[in-house]
Nanobody, 126 residues
Framework: QVQLVESGGGLVQAGGSLRLSCAAS????????MGWSRQAPGKEREFVAA????????YYADSVKGRFTISRDNAKNMVYLQMNSLKPEDTAVYYC???????????????????WGQGTQVTVSS
Protein backbone atom coordinates (compact mmCIF):
# COMPACT_ATOMS: atom_id res chain seq x y z
CA GLN A 1 0.00 0.00 0.00
CA VAL A 2 1.31 3.44 -0.93
CA GLN A 3 0.99 6.31 1.50
CA LEU A 4 1.04 9.90 0.32
CA VAL A 5 1.92 13.01 2.32
CA GLU A 6 1.47 16.47 0.81
CA SER A 7 3.30 19.63 1.84
CA GLY A 8 3.97 23.13 0.58
CA GLY A 9 0.55 24.68 0.87
CA GLY A 10 -0.01 28.10 2.40
CA LEU A 11 -1.24 31.63 1.91
CA VAL A 12 -0.09 33.57 -1.13
CA GLN A 13 -1.17 36.74 -2.91
CA ALA A 14 -2.72 36.61 -6.34
CA GLY A 15 -0.03 36.39 -8.98
CA GLY A 16 2.30 34.53 -6.66
CA SER A 17 3.68 31.02 -6.76
CA LEU A 18 3.72 27.91 -4.63
CA ARG A 19 5.28 24.49 -5.05
CA LEU A 20 3.43 21.53 -3.64
CA SER A 21 5.27 18.32 -2.84
CA CYS A 22 3.95 14.82 -2.36
CA ALA A 23 6.10 12.21 -0.65
CA ALA A 24 5.19 8.61 -1.42
CA SER A 25 6.06 5.46 0.40
CA UNK A 26 5.49 1.98 -0.97
CA UNK A 27 6.86 -0.05 -3.81
CA UNK A 28 4.04 0.57 -6.30
CA UNK A 29 4.72 4.31 -6.58
CA UNK A 30 7.15 3.98 -9.46
CA UNK A 31 4.59 2.11 -11.57
CA UNK A 32 1.72 4.44 -10.71
CA UNK A 33 0.43 7.39 -12.63
CA MET A 34 0.13 10.26 -10.18
CA GLY A 35 -2.09 13.28 -10.04
CA TRP A 36 -3.28 16.32 -8.14
CA SER A 37 -6.87 17.23 -7.53
CA ARG A 38 -8.40 20.02 -5.48
CA GLN A 39 -11.56 20.72 -3.58
CA ALA A 40 -12.88 24.13 -2.66
CA PRO A 41 -15.50 24.61 0.07
CA GLY A 42 -18.94 23.60 -1.13
CA LYS A 43 -17.61 22.23 -4.41
CA GLU A 44 -16.83 18.81 -5.78
CA ARG A 45 -13.29 17.56 -6.02
CA GLU A 46 -11.82 18.46 -9.40
CA PHE A 47 -8.89 17.20 -11.41
CA VAL A 48 -5.90 19.52 -11.68
CA ALA A 49 -3.02 17.60 -13.27
CA ALA A 50 -1.58 14.14 -13.75
CA UNK A 51 1.65 12.52 -14.88
CA UNK A 52 2.38 9.07 -16.23
CA UNK A 53 4.53 6.61 -14.30
CA UNK A 54 7.58 7.48 -16.41
CA UNK A 55 6.94 11.20 -16.47
CA UNK A 56 6.77 11.18 -20.24
CA UNK A 57 3.14 12.29 -20.39
CA UNK A 58 1.39 15.06 -18.49
CA TYR A 59 -2.23 16.13 -18.38
CA TYR A 60 -3.80 19.37 -17.18
CA ALA A 61 -7.21 20.83 -16.51
CA ASP A 62 -7.95 23.73 -18.83
CA SER A 63 -8.20 26.05 -15.83
CA VAL A 64 -4.54 25.55 -14.89
CA LYS A 65 -2.90 24.86 -18.24
CA GLY A 66 0.05 27.16 -18.80
CA ARG A 67 0.23 28.11 -15.11
CA PHE A 68 0.79 24.80 -13.30
CA THR A 69 3.45 22.17 -13.96
CA ILE A 70 3.41 18.63 -12.61
CA SER A 71 6.61 16.63 -12.30
CA ARG A 72 7.95 13.58 -10.51
CA ASP A 73 11.22 12.17 -9.26
CA ASN A 74 10.94 8.39 -9.08
CA ALA A 75 14.36 8.07 -7.44
CA LYS A 76 13.08 10.13 -4.52
CA ASN A 77 9.46 8.90 -4.58
CA MET A 78 8.24 12.48 -5.00
CA VAL A 79 5.62 14.27 -7.05
CA TYR A 80 5.50 18.05 -7.41
CA LEU A 81 3.04 20.68 -8.52
CA GLN A 82 4.56 24.04 -9.41
CA MET A 83 1.83 26.65 -9.35
CA ASN A 84 2.48 30.05 -10.90
CA SER A 85 0.27 33.08 -11.53
CA LEU A 86 -2.08 31.95 -8.81
CA LYS A 87 -5.61 33.28 -8.73
CA PRO A 88 -8.13 33.51 -5.87
CA GLU A 89 -10.17 30.80 -7.60
CA ASP A 90 -7.25 28.40 -7.10
CA THR A 91 -8.00 28.44 -3.37
CA ALA A 92 -8.73 24.87 -2.28
CA VAL A 93 -7.39 21.84 -0.48
CA TYR A 94 -5.00 20.13 -2.87
CA TYR A 95 -4.73 16.35 -2.83
CA CYS A 96 -2.04 14.11 -4.23
CA UNK A 97 -3.35 10.85 -5.66
CA UNK A 98 -2.15 7.71 -7.37
CA UNK A 99 -3.44 5.23 -9.93
CA UNK A 100 -2.16 1.76 -9.11
CA UNK A 101 -4.07 -0.03 -11.84
CA UNK A 102 -1.18 -0.17 -14.24
CA UNK A 103 -2.94 1.82 -16.96
CA UNK A 104 -3.91 5.46 -16.91
CA UNK A 105 -5.81 6.87 -19.86
CA UNK A 106 -5.35 10.52 -19.03
CA UNK A 107 -8.81 10.75 -17.52
CA UNK A 108 -9.69 14.03 -15.80
CA UNK A 109 -12.01 12.22 -13.44
CA UNK A 110 -10.64 12.12 -9.89
CA UNK A 111 -12.13 8.63 -9.52
CA UNK A 112 -9.40 7.37 -11.86
CA UNK A 113 -7.09 7.53 -8.84
CA UNK A 114 -7.44 4.94 -6.10
CA UNK A 115 -5.21 6.18 -3.28
CA TRP A 116 -5.01 9.65 -1.80
CA GLY A 117 -3.11 11.85 0.59
CA GLN A 118 -4.75 13.94 3.30
CA GLY A 119 -4.40 17.22 1.44
CA THR A 120 -2.74 20.59 1.89
CA GLN A 121 -4.52 23.95 1.99
CA VAL A 122 -3.74 26.58 -0.62
CA THR A 123 -5.22 30.03 -0.11
CA VAL A 124 -4.80 32.79 -2.66
CA SER A 125 -5.70 36.28 -1.53
CA SER A 126 -6.83 38.99 -3.92
Amino acid sequence: QVQLVESGGGLVQAGGSLRLSCAASGRTFRSSAMGWSRQAPGKEREFVAAISWSGASTYYADSVKGRFTISRDNAKNMVYLQMNSLKPEDTAVYYCAGNSGGYYSGSHNPSAFDYWGQGTQVTVSS
